[in-house]
C-alpha cells in the first residue's frame, strides 16, 4: 500500500534530484513536491518546477528507488491531478533524455508530444522536450476509461 505525501517539497525535492543524474542541481525553492512513501519509506517522488502562472505551464521531475512499484493508478492520478486540476495549468513539461526511449514510449502511449533538442542534457546528450496540454491529458485512453480528468465533487469526496 503506498501512501502520498505533501508539505514536504524540500525533502521530496532532494531525494528526487539525487535519483536524477542531471537534475542534482536540485529545483529551487519554489518547487512543489508529492512524495510516495511504503511502509514509512520514502520510495518516488514527483517534483513541478519552473512554473510559469501567465503561460500556465509546469515542469514535471519525477524518479523513484528501483522496483519499488511507485508507478499505479493513483499514482498518476496525482501527477496528473495536481498540475491540471489544483494548479490550473493548461500545459506540462517533462525534459527526457532521447536515449531514454522506454520512458518515452511511456510518454507517447499518454499522449504528449514530442520535440527533438540537440545538446539539452550537454554537449554529448540530446533531450526531448515532451509536453502533454490539459485537453490531450483529458481525451488520453486512459483517462477515457478510469476519469481522473473530471474534478471530485463535494459529494462524491464524501464517499
Known sequence: ML???????????????????????????????????KDTHLIAGLVYHNWDPE??????????????????????????????????CQMVVNRVPADDERQLRQLAAYGYAFILMPRLFGRDRDGVICSLTREAWEANKFNRRLAHHIEPTKQSEAA
Open 3 to 37: 501512501d502520498y505525501v505533501y508539505g514536504h517539497d524540500k525533502i521530496v525535492a532532494d531525494f528526487v534530484a539525487e535519483l536524477i543524474p542531471h537534475c542534482r542541481r536540485g529545483f529551487g525553492e519554489k518547487a512543489r513536491a508529492i512524495g510516495i512513501v
Open 55 to 88: 503561460a500556465g505551464i509546469i515542469e514535471i521531475s519525477g524518479a523513484a528507488l528501483p522496483g519499488s512499484g511507485w508507478m499505479t493508478r493513483e499514482t498518476i492520478k496525482r501527477m496528473y491531478q495536481f498540475p491540471f486540476i489544483h494548479a490550473g
